[in-house]
C-alpha cells in the first residue's frame, strides 16, 4: 500500500519528542549509509513452509487461491524498490503469520491492496473469498474517494475509518501494522521529503496503536525505523555506543543469568524458571536520554533480566529471592500484576544494583503474561486455548471506544491524534481511592480525570477533592500511590464547568464533558457559540451581517453535521468544532470573496516605525506608533501579535507571551478586540536587543567563557550580570543585540555546549539594557 498521507499540516511534531529539522544530512548518500538494508524476497513458497511447519490449523487451499488473486491482479506493478508488487503483500502476511494470525486475515492481507491499486472490487472477493475478507479488506483500504478540502481532513477521515473498523474487527489494524512494518523496512527507496511524512506518522500513529493493543515486537521497530529516518545521526550515534560494549555488555548479562540461576536451584518451582537477558530498543533509550535531560550511562534500565515462572506466586517469590541477591535501588519498584497497564500487560519490574556497580531491571512475569506481552490482542488467536477471549478482547477494545466517542464530539484531527497518543508513555500513574480500588491514568491526570475514571456522574458532580487527606484545587496533577476522595455535589442540576475541557488530560473525560453540555445545555451552547463566532470574525476582519453567514458558511455546515446556523453555534458553544482550525480557512475565503469589492483605503498597508527597528505588515492597522514589549521581547522570526494600547499605538507581543496567553484565556471581548494579527517583512538589517539568562554549575571562569562565546559570535553586549544561587548554582544574565531568532538560536547551542550550562532561555531585557 503506497502511504501518501501528507502530515506536514498535521500536529505531530508537536506532540513527539521535537527532531530538530538540521538533524537529516544534507547529501541523500550519507543519509543513506544510515538507513538500514532489510532481505525483502518474499515467495508464496516461504508462506507455505511457515505454514506446514506450524502447530495451527490454516487453509492452505484458500491462501493460495487468494495469493493467486492478488499476484494477478498486481501483474505488471512495481514497488518504488522496483520490485514486483507482489512481494508486498507476500511481506504483510509473513508477518502475520509471524503473529500466528488466522486464514482469514492472511487471505486479506494478500488481498489488502487490490481494491486501491486494482479494478478488482469488493464485491469479486465477497464472491470469492467470503464476508469476513471482503470486510477486512475493505477497512484496510484508504479513502480515495471522500469529498474532504483540505490534506488534513483527509488524515482525519482516514484516522476515523480505520478506528471505526477496529471497533467491528480488530484483525484490521493488526493488518494495517503489518502493512505499516513492511512499508517502514522498505522506505529508503521513497523521496525524502515522503520518508520523513511516512516516519513522523509511524511514530506519531502506528507505534502508538502498537503499543496500545500490546504488540511489543512491532512497536518497538517501528519506533526504531521511524527514528532512523527522522534522526539518523541521533539513531547511529546511539547504536555505535552499544555496538563498542556489545561483548561487555553481553557478558555482564550472561553472570547476571548464572548467578540467578544458581540460587534458583536451591528454590522449589512448579517448572524451572526461564531466564533471558535483553537490552532496551534504540529509540526507547533516546527518549530516556532526551525526556530525563540524562547520558546513556545514567539509564539504569537499559540491561534488563526477564525470568518468566508458572504461577503469579511464583512471581512474588522471585521478586524477593532477586532482592535478597541484589541491592534494590530507591522508588525503582513497580507492580504491574496487580495494577496492570491500560493495554492488559503485567510483570513485576525492579532495579537492582550487582556487584559490578553496574545497575540492570529485573521483570518477572507469567507465561499467560509473557504471551500478552509479546503479542498483546494477537495472542487471543495465537494462544487461542489460553486465552478468555471475549472478555479479554473487550477491555483491550475499550480504549478505541473512547477515541470513536471523543471524535464524535470532536472535528479536530489534532485531538484525535493526540487521544491515539496520550497512552504511549509506558509511566503510567496508579492513583487509589478510600476504598482501596486502584485507578491506572496516563501521566499528569488531574481529580476531574480521576472522577470522570470512576463513573461519569461522579465527574459530572465534582465540586472538589482531597488527596491523602489533604483538600487539592480541581486541576491538581495526581502522582502514582496518592488516595483520592472526591467531592460531590448533591444539587441535580449540577454538571461540569467549560473551563475543565483545557483541564482535564484523558480523552473519556473531555468526551464525556462535551457530551454533557451538547445534551443538557443547547441554548446556553448557542449564545455562547456566536459570542466566540462573532468575536473572532471582529478579531480577523471578517465583516458580515449575521444574516450573511449561513450562505458564507454553508460549506462548514456540511462537515460539521450542522443542519442549521443554531446548531453550528451550538457546535462551537460545547467545543464540538475548533474555531481556531477553521478560522484561518473562512478568512482566506472571506478575502477572495470580497477584498475586490473593498474601497481602496480599507486595504491592509504597510507601516513603517519611528524607531527602525525593521518594518511590520499589518492587517487593517494605520499608521500606529510602534512598541516592542518587554515582558517578551519579540525578534524577526517570532510568530507576534499586536495589541492596540490606548495612550501609545501598537504594543508588539509574541504569540508565546505570558501576557498575550492570559488575555486569551480571560476572553474579555473588548480586550480581544484589540489583538490584531501582524507579521514580520524580511530584513535583514534589523536589529533588535533581547534578554537571556544561562543558569550553570557556578565554578571559576564561567563567566568568561559566557563571554568568550559572545565575543566569538560577534554578538553586542548591551550589559551583563551574574549572581550565585542557593543551590550551589550560577546565573549570568545579558542584554544583547540580535537580528533575528535564527541568529539567537545558533547562539544558544554554543552557550549550551560550555561546561556546566544547565539551560539557555530568553528572559526581560535586563536593567541597564534599556
Known amino acids: ?69 492478488a499476484a494477478k491482479a498486481h501483474e505488471g506493478q512495481k514497488r518504488s524498490s522496483g520490485q514486483d508488487y507482489i512481494i508486498h503483500p507476500l511481506a504483510v502476511a509473513y508477518i502475520l503469520l509471524e503473529l500466528g494470525m488466522d ?54 477521515e482516514n484516522i476515523r475509518k480505520i478506528l471505526l473498523a477496529m471497533s467491528q474487527d480488530i484483525r484490521v489494524m493488526i493488518i494495517k501494522l503489518a502493512d505499516r512494518l513492511h512499508n ?63 561483548e561487555e555488555r553481553e557478558a555482564f548479562i550472561e553472570i547476571i543469568k548464572k548467578r540467578i540461576s544458581e540460587r534458583f536451584k536451591t528454590e522449589d518451582f512448579a517448572q524451572p524458571p526461564q531466564i533471558d537477558g535483553r537490552i532496551k530498543s534504540i529509540y526507547s533509550i533516546y527518549r530516556k536520554i532526551f525526556i530525563g535531560h540524562k547520558n546513556i550511562d545514567q539509564i539504569y534500565d537499559k540491561y534488563a533480566v526477564r525470568i518468566i515462572v508458572t504461577t503469579i506466586a511464583e512471581c512474588y517469590n522471585v521478586l524477593g529471592l532477586i532482592h535478597d541477591m541484589f541491592r534494590p535501588m530507591p522508588n525503582r519498584f513497580k507492580d504491574y500484576i496487580a495494577n496492570a497497564k491500560s493495554n492488559m500487560y503485567q510483570s513485576l519490574h525492579t532495579t537492582v544494583l550487582g556487584k559490578e556497580g553496574i545497575p540492570f531491571e529485573v521483570q518477572i512475569r507469567t507465561w499467560d503474561m509473557h504471551e500478552t506481552a509479546e503479542y498483546g490482542i494477537a495472542a487471543h488467536w495465537k494462544y487461542k ?51 482501596g480500588m486502584s485507578v491506572s491514568l496516563p501521566v499528569n491526570s488531574t481529580v476531574i480525570d480521576f472522577a470522570y475514571r470512576i463513573h461519569t456522574e461522579i465527574g459530572h458532580k465534582t465540586v472538589g477533592a482531597k488527596v491523602d487527606g489533604k483538600i487539592v484545587p480541581l486541576d491538581y496533577k495526581l502522582q502514582t500511590g496518592q488516595i483520592c476522595e ?65 450562505d458564507f458558511l454553508a460549506d462548514d455546515f456540511k462537515k460539521h453535521n450542522c443542519e442549521n446556523l443554531d446548531d453550528f453555534y451550538a457546535s462551537i458553544g460545547y467545543g464540538g468544532t475548533s ?77 508565546s507571551c505570558i501576557n498575550y496567553k492570559k488575555a486569551m484565556e480571560r476572553n474579555d471581548p473588548e480586550t480581544v478586540a484589540r489583538w490584531v494579527d501582524i507579521q514580520w517583512t524580511e530584513n535583514s538589517d534589523t536589529q533588535m536587543q533581547t534578554g537571556f539568562e544561562v543558569v550553570a554549575i557556578d565554578r571559576v571562569g564561567l563567566v568568561y567563557d559566557i563571554t568568550a562565546v559572545l565575543l566569538d559570535a560577534r554578538v553586542p553586549i548591551v550589559h551583563s550580570a551574574s549572581r550565585g544561587l542557593k543551590n550551589g548554582n550560577a546565573m549570568f544574565e545579558a542584554t544583547v543585540i540580535i537580528s533575528n531568532t535564527e541568529q539567537l538560536n545558533h547562539l544558544f547551542e554554543k552557550l549550551r555546549k560550555i561546561k556546566g550550562v544547565i539551560s539557555v532561555d530568553r528572559s526581560s531585557i535586563s536593567e541597564g539594557g534599556m
Open 385 to 435: 486455548e489460553g486465552i478468555q477471549g471475549k472478555d479479554k478482547m473487550d477491555q483491550r477494545l475499550a480504549w478505541v471506544r473512547q477515541v470513536i466517542e471523543a471524535q464524535q464530539t470532536s472535528d479536530d484531527v489534532e485531538e484525535i491524534v493526540r487521544i491515539i497518543k496520550t497512552d504511549l508513555d509506558p509511566e503510567d500513574i496508579v492513583v487509589m481511592t478510600p476504598k
Open 486 to 550: 472526591i467531592i460531590t455535589s448533591k444539587d441535580a442540576e449540577k454538571g461540569p464547568n467549560r473551563a475543565w475541557l483545557s483541564t482535564v488530560q484523558t480523552s473519556e473525560a473531555r468526551s464525556k464533558i462535551r457530551s454533557w453540555f451538547k445534551k443538557e445545555r443547547r441554548e446556553e451552547n448557542i449564545t455562547e457559540g456566536k459570542a466566540q463566532l462573532e468575536r473572532e470574525f471582529k478579531r480577523h476582519r471578517i465583516n458580515l451581517k449575521e444574516s450573511e453567514y449561513s
Open 184 to 246: 517502514m523496512r522498505t522506505l529508503r527507496y521513497r523521496p525524502l521529503d515522503k520518508q520523513r511524512n511516512v516516519a513522523l506518522e509511524t511514530m506519531n500513529i502506528y507505534a502508538p496503536i502498537a503499543h496500545r493493543l500490546g504488540i511489543r515486537a512491532i512497536k518497538e521497530e517501528l519506533q526504531d525505523l521511524a527514528f532512523h529516518y527522522l534522526d539518523p545521526y541521533a539513531y547511529y550515534e546511539i547504536e555505535s555506543i552499544l555496538e563498542n560494549k556489545k
Open 579 to 655: 474555531l481556531s482550525k477553521i478560522i484561518p480557512r473562512l478568512k482566506d475565503k472571506y478575502e477572495k470573496m470580497y477584498t475586490n469589492t473593498e474601497a481602496e483605503d480599507d486595504t491592509p498597508k504597510l507601516v513603517k516605525p519611528k524607531n527602525n527597528r525593521g518594518t511590520i505588515i499589518l492587517d487593517d492597522v494605520n499608521n500606529l506608533d510602534l512598541k516592542f514589549a518587554q515582558c517578551c521581547n519579540p525578534l524577526p522570526g517570532d510568530d507576534i501579535v499586536g495589541f492596540i494600547t490606548r495612550g501609545y499605538g501598537l504594543s508588539v507581543h509574541t504569540t
Open 1 to 69: 500500500m503506497n502511504d501518501d498521507m501528507n502530515v506536514s499540516n498535521l500536529p505531530f511534531k508537536e506532540l513527539s519528542i521535537p527532531i530538530p529539522e538540521d538533524a537529516l544530512p544534507k547529501d541523500p548518500a550519507e543519509y543513506l549509509k544510515y538507513i538500514p538494508e532489510y532481505d525483502d524476497n518474499f515467495t508464496i513458497e516461504m508462506i507455505i513452509q511457515k505454514i506446514l511447519k506450524d502447530d495451527k490449523q490454516y487453509d492452505l487451499s484458500k491462501i493460495i487461491s487468494a495469493y493467486e488473486f
Open 103 to 156: 486464514t482469514d486475515t492472511i487471505c486479506a492481507a494478500l488481498l489488502h491492496d487490490v481494491v486501491e491499486d486494482t479494478d478488482a472490487t469488493l464485491d469479486d472477493l465477497k464472491k470469492r473469498f467470503g464476508q469476513d475478507v471482503a470486510l477486512l479488506v475493505d477497512g484496510v483500504t484508504k479513502l480515495s474517494k471522500i469529498p474532504t478540502s483540505t490534506k488534513e481532513e483527509q488524515a482525519a
